[in-house]
Structure formats: C-alpha cells, structure tokens
C-alpha cells in the first residue's frame, strides 16, 4: 500500500522560506515521477512542480519558478520543495502525488498524500 505524507508547513511571513518534504512508503521515488500541487480557498487544484523519473528533469509553474525547487533524496525515499520568497498568494494546501505517468496535470498521478497547509501572511 503507498502512503504519502507530507510534511513542514506552517505559518510564515513574506519573504520567509520553507520547506516541504513528502516522504514515501509502497512506493520508491526514484522510479516514480513527483509533483507538487496546491489548493488554495476557494480555488482550484493547481500544479507546483514536478521531478520526472527519467532523468530527473524537473518543471514550475510560472508563478514558483525562480522561488521554488523540487528536488528527491532516494536514500530517505522523500521529495522535497523547497520555497523561497515566499507571498501571500502562496497561501494554500500542499500536496505530493507520485504516478508513473505525471507531469503538469493532477490526473496523470496515482497517489496523493493528504496535504500541508502553507499560510504566507504579508
């Protein structure tokens, strides 16, 4: 059975830094492609970053990129997103997800852990 926990929100102001990790069990990051997606009130599910399995090619949103980097520690078989700059409209639910296929669109994957919250006050 796969479970994705993440970990490391919380409440910071702008400009702070954080960082998220997601750690995995049933399932080994290094063969499975990672992003990163978050939800904030009253939006939709929107893709952070992702870290392929082939190659370890890595993608951003455009409105992380600069800020944000995913990256992987397949010792510890744990994702991490580590973010900088942080703003307001940071704020939001972050979730991991693994999937073999994955990419940019939240359908692509097959797990998801169950979230952290990341509150960017101004």
């Known amino acids: 059975q796969v479970h994705l926990v993440e970990s490391g929100g919380g409440l910071v102001q702008a400009g702070d830094s954080l960082r998220l990790s997601c750690a995995a069990s049933?399932?080994?990051?290094?063969?499975?492609?990672m992003g990163w997606f978050r939800r904030a009130p009253g939006k939709e599910r929107e893709f952070v970053a992702v870290?392929?399995?082939?190659?370890?090619?890595?993608d951003y949103a455009d409105s992380v990129k600069g800020r944000f980097t995913i990256s992987r520690e397949n010792a510890k078989n744990t994702v991490y997103l580590e973010m900088s700059s942080l703003q307001p409209e940071d704020t939001a639910v972050y979730s991991c997800?693994?999937?073999?296929?994955?990419?940019?669109?939240?359908?692509?994957?097959?797990?998801w852990g169950q979230g952290t919250q990341v509150t960017v006050s101004s």
């Open positions: 049933g399932l080994s990051v290094s063969r499975y492609t």
């Open positions: 870290i392929r399995w082939s190659g370890s090619t890595t």
């Open positions: 997800a693994g999937g073999l296929g994955g990419g940019r669109y939240d359908y692509t994957y097959d797990y």
